[in-house]
């Protein structure tokens, strides 16, 4: 019994393209591609060192050590689809088939010494700089596109703040024992100015809650300590004190503290706030 020869694996043929997820490795004989598909693929290079880019890049080519008849070989298979289209091509590509059909021809031919010695110059050497310098440019200006970009990437915020959107500001309100520190602050200050008085006129709680009307009246608010007269001394603090409790209750009057912890300001209201 013959024992059979191990098989050597053959390689599959990669797809050309997925349809429905069935691969195809050969293309369908009625395929119709229309010209207007392959004029905008021709027009997606920016000219014949960008298809010639391309090319290197899609095979994975060194720039220095590129291989002229391969390179030539594939270009010319894009100008000789486009001619049979009938598309109009650039001239410049047509230049660059005439240069590369050129430096091909001259790497048949042996190379040519110099009287001095001097061998001739790689025919693909400008060719290969251009390439170099059209990468390093075609790179940067990628580079540069990839960054942030106003009104691309970020948006200024603009909203109206006109005053039917204005914010309805909310004040503290002003608890006792603030009106009570405040006060302790205006009758040390009145002890500086008291002074011993044989007689003293009597102080009528009802006259001073006039005075103080009388006064917001004319200024429309003003500092808490600004009511009050140190000259009076304690007793004249303390009938002022009073009379603006007196006028809190019967509202004709209103504490307020714009800020926390910011001195207390008192205002009177007026007839569509009571």
């Not at 797809?15 to 004029?39: R, S």
């Not at 014949?48 to 590129?66: A, E, S």
């Not at 025919?123 to 970009?149: F, G, N, S, T, V």
């Not at 917001?216 to 000259?231: M, Q």
Request: hydrophobic fraction near 45%; proline fraction near 7%; aromatic fraction near 6%.
């Amino acid at each position: 019994m013959t024992q059979d020869a191990p098989t050597q694996p053959v390689q599959q043929p990669l797809p050309l393209a997925f349809v429905h997820g069935q691969p195809f490795t050969e293309l369908p004989e009625d395929l119709y591609i229309p010209p207007e598909a392959l004029e905008v693929f021709l027009e997606a290079f920016e000219g014949p060192l960008d298809l010639l880019l391309y090319l290197i890049r899609r095979d994975k080519i060194d720039i220095i050590d590129m291989p002229i008849a391969r390179i030539t070989a594939q270009y010319m298979e894009y100008v000789e689809l486009m001619q049979e289209l009938k598309l109009e091509l650039a001239a410049e590509y047509l230049v660059m088939a005439a240069i590369l059909a050129e430096i091909k021809s001259r790497l048949l031919l042996p190379r040519r010494t110099s009287e001095d010695g001097e061998i001739e110059v790689d025919p693909r050497a400008e060719l290969i700089r251009r390439l170099q310098e059209y990468e390093i440019i075609k790179q940067a200006a990628q580079d540069i596109d990839a960054l942030p970009r106003v009104e691309r990437d970020t948006f200024l915020a603009d909203a109206d703040t006109g005053s039917s959107c204005a914010p309805i500001r909310l004040l503290p309100d002003v608890e006792l024992d603030e009106l009570v520190t405040a006060l302790a602050g205006v009758l040390k200050r009145a002890a500086m100015f008291e002074k011993h008085q044989i007689s003293k006129e009597k102080l009528s709680t009802r006259e001073r809650m006039a005075r103080v009307l009388e006064i917001l009246s004319e200024a429309g608010h003003l500092p808490f300590v600004a009511l009050f007269t140190l000259e009076e001394g304690r007793a004249g603090v303390v009938v002022t004190f009073v009379a603006i409790l007196e006028l809190q209750k019967l509202a004709a009057i209103r504490i307020i503290q714009p800020e926390p912890l910011s001195p207390i300001r008192v205002e009177i209201r007026h007839g569509e706030d009571q």
